[in-house]
């Protein structure tokens, strides 16, 4: 009872409470993932030049240009002269001055604040400040109960001169996310029972010509803050927004002003090296007055990205909900993977489509993951149940190679697990004349299968009598090696003796299949020897022993040609090379397959059925046609596969010089160079 329960699909619940439990409690790594997963959100995004903001850069050909940094203030003065001169509409001087002038010249630059449209930085912090005189803080309008945004101990301000005579000061403070990232801006703090807005909202304040800002409070979480002429700007519960890296600034150097800003925003900020550090954002670093320029671009044309505060608890809902559907439709393997696909799948294409759209910002990643963990779960209850059942039938292994091969690989599953590269020999065949066989059993399957099994277990019984291992049945067509994973230091030669025991069991099967009025079996096989990758391979959830190499698919290629040539077997250049004094083997021809580059001689070998003398002498004939056709004597080799030829080898070979004929015929009309030698570029496979 207990083992059915446990390998019940449903027990996946308790992964699904699993997911819901680690959303819910959404630790740190959960929460980086989210964010990450959103920075792809909002990076894909087209990116559009702003008309509205500009960015300023006191870069390395300022420093060039005015001096050595921090310039004198009165130089600050004549930088925002030259910008208001040049039709700057509000100007955010994005450099902190909390301490004098070393040049005395605040009051300079204290005067050209009267005169000039400009907001200065000043900074929120926790330590201890020493300042005698409040921060600047413009008017504030908090509708609701409790105190908004993020608290701080105090704010650090700029000297009192800038104090008290610039037309708006904002907190230049980032709030990196978990993971160092920033992300989001928030737009107000609070310091004691005071609110204070961010450096952008202040220049929205000052640009909008509005002496106050507004900010909506429900229980110390902010819903929005507002600049009358700009409208709401929705927020996070702290009062934060997102940086939309789709709008981006306008650039300049300090050294290089345009001739009008035409009434923008333009913002200063440092760029020149060592002077400023940028900050870790999804767009990668960037210096802190790009993201300035990123917030007040969105915020004033209103195309704010929302993460609603909704949001957690709906996509946590979503995975109970799906979670519960996913184990129902898992009672049927395809219509519940094709459902964890679609969920998984949809649950991103949702997730997009809402930011598209709608610019919110909804997590796929807790969904998607949580869908594709119950699915596992209940699938791989499902493949554990399976593979108990199917260890009775283990021994269905021993159909594919020699019962001490499946021993030892019981013994030592490396063997087969791990992946080498080493010398084998490989060998593909292929029934021959299967439509007559199909023609006579017509509808009977059983009966064809009845047949094809005999076949196959004909041509098997010399592979495993041989400690060979077959790869794979493909229909009628057979693949199998020798050399690996038994060592055969001998493996050419044992693939040419296992290839020639092939066609006499197939002979010999067709006598009985001839002797009971059933049609005959013939084969054509092709091997050859070389370096192969062996080992395990196969997609996750199928997958099986296997080779690959350029010798694999070249011996592929040479049981193809079989027909073609009009013989048995057709034996690569390398197997004959290590096997030449073994067998009685007669050169064929210098092929190119196709799909190579490179011409090869090809043999076949012959089952001696006569007098062997008569075998050598027929062998001196044959190669001394290859020997006119070389030379481009065409004619004088047709003639000997015409008239000497045929017959000869007990007439195992009368196919191939008829076809031989046909070859010398069409030679002759090709256009032949002086280095030609005999070789042959297959267009077929």
């Not at 870790?280 to 044309?301: F, I, K, N």
């Not at 190579?596 to 070998?605: L, W």
């Not at 002498?617 to 030379?631: F, P, S, V």
């Not at 007439?651 to 030698?677: I, P």
Request: proline share 4%; aromatic share 10%.
């Amino acid at each position: 009872m207990w083992k059915k329960i446990l390998l019940s699909p449903w027990t996946a619940v308790v992964t699904l409470a699993f997911v819901l439990a680690v959303r819910t409690l959404d630790p740190a790594f959960v929460e980086s993932v989210r964010l990450r997963y959103f920075d792809t959100l909002i990076t894909s995004k087209a990116v559009t030049v702003s008309e509205q903001i500009h960015v300023v850069n006191i870069d390395d050909a300022a420093i060039e240009k005015y001096g050595q940094f921090p310039f004198p203030r009165n130089q600050y003065a004549d930088i925002i002269g030259d910008l208001n001169n040049r039709g700057a509409g509000v100007i955010v001087f994005n450099i902190f001055m909390p301490d004098a002038d070393r040049f005395a010249q605040d009051s300079v630059l204290a005067k050209r604040l009267q005169t000039s449209t400009v907001i200065l930085p000043h900074m929120a912090t926790n330590d201890t400040v020493k300042a005698a005189y409040a921060p600047f803080r413009p008017g504030v309008s908090v509708i609701g109960d409790g105190l908004p945004g993020i608290a701080y101990s105090n704010i650090q301000p700029n000297v009192k001169a800038l104090n008290e005579n610039t037309i708006g000061i904002g907190i230049a403070n980032t709030l990196p996310e978990i993971d160092g990232v920033v992300r989001r801006i928030p737009q107000v703090i609070t310091v004691g029972e005071q609110v204070y807005p961010a450096i952008s909202l202040e220049t929205l304040r000052v640009a909008a010509g509005d002496p106050s800002f507004q900010v909506k409070v429900s229980g110390g979480s902010v819903e929005a803050v507002r600049i009358p002429k700009f409208g709401k700007v929705p927020t996070d519960s702290y009062g934060r927004v997102w940086v939309d890296w789709s709008s981006r600034p306008q650039e300049h150097s300090l050294a290089d002003l345009p001739k009008d800003f035409q009434g923008g925003i333009v913002i200063v900020g440092l760029t020149a090296r060592g002077l400023n550090n940028p900050v870790a954002t999804a767009r990668g670093e960037v210096y802190p007055h790009y993201l300035q320029a990123s917030v007040l671009d969105t915020m004033a044309s209103g195309t704010n990205i929302v993460r609603p505060d909704w949001a957690d608890g709906a996509e946590i809902l979503a995975i109970a909900l799906i979670g519960i559907v996913l184990l129902f439709f898992t009672r049927w393997i395809y219509v519940g993977l094709a459902t964890t696909v679609i969920l998984a799948v949809g649950g991103v294409v949702a997730s997009r489509y809402a930011f598209a759209d709608f610019l919110f910002l909804f997590d796929a990643t807790a969904f998607t993951a949580g869908t594709i963990l119950v699915a596992l779960h209940a699938y791989g209850v499902k493949f554990v149940s399976e593979f108990l059942q199917k260890q009775a039938i283990k021994k269905q292994f021993a159909g594919y190679c020699s019962k001490e091969v499946v021993e030892m690989l019981q013994k030592d599953p490396d063997l087969i697990k791990k992946g080498v590269r080493k010398d084998v020999s490989v060998m593909f065949s292929d029934l021959r004349g299967f439509t007559p066989i199909g023609e006579h059993y017509g509808d009977d399957v059983g009966g064809l299968g009845k047949y094809m099994n005999g076949y196959m277990d004909a041509i098997s019984r010399p592979i495993m009598d041989n400690n060979g291992m077959v790869i794979k049945y493909v229909g009628d067509a057979s693949m199998h090696i020798h050399g690996a994973p038994i060592e055969d230091p001998n493996h050419a030669r044992t693939i040419v003796k296992v290839g020639l025991e092939m066609l006499d069991a197939v002979d010999a099967y067709t006598k009985e299949m001839e002797a009971q009025g059933l049609p005959p079996a013939a084969m054509g096989w092709g091997c050859n020897s070389g370096i192969g990758f062996i080992g395990e391979m196969g997609s996750t959830d199928r997958h099986g022993y296997d080779i690959l190499g350029d010798m694999v698919s070249t011996a592929a290629r040479l049981e193809a040609r079989c027909k073609a040539y009009g013989v048995l077997a057709i034996i690569g250049a390398e197997t004959y090379n290590r096997t030449a004094d073994d067998f009685f083997y007669l050169y064929l021809d210098n092929l190119q397959p196709k799909g190579k580059t490179v011409a090869d001689a090809i043999y076949t070998v012959l089952r001696i059925k006569g007098n062997q003398d008569a075998y050598a002498k027929a062998r001196d004939t044959h190669n001394k046609m290859h020997e006119l056709y070389r030379m481009k004597k065409f004619d004088a080799a047709a003639i000997l596969c015409e008239e000497e030829l045929p017959g000869k080898f007990s007439g195992q070979m009368d196919k191939y010089y008829k076809m031989w004929v046909e070859r010398c015929a069409f030679m002759k009309l090709q256009d032949l160079g002086d280095t030609w030698n005999g070789e042959f570029i297959a267009h077929e496979k």
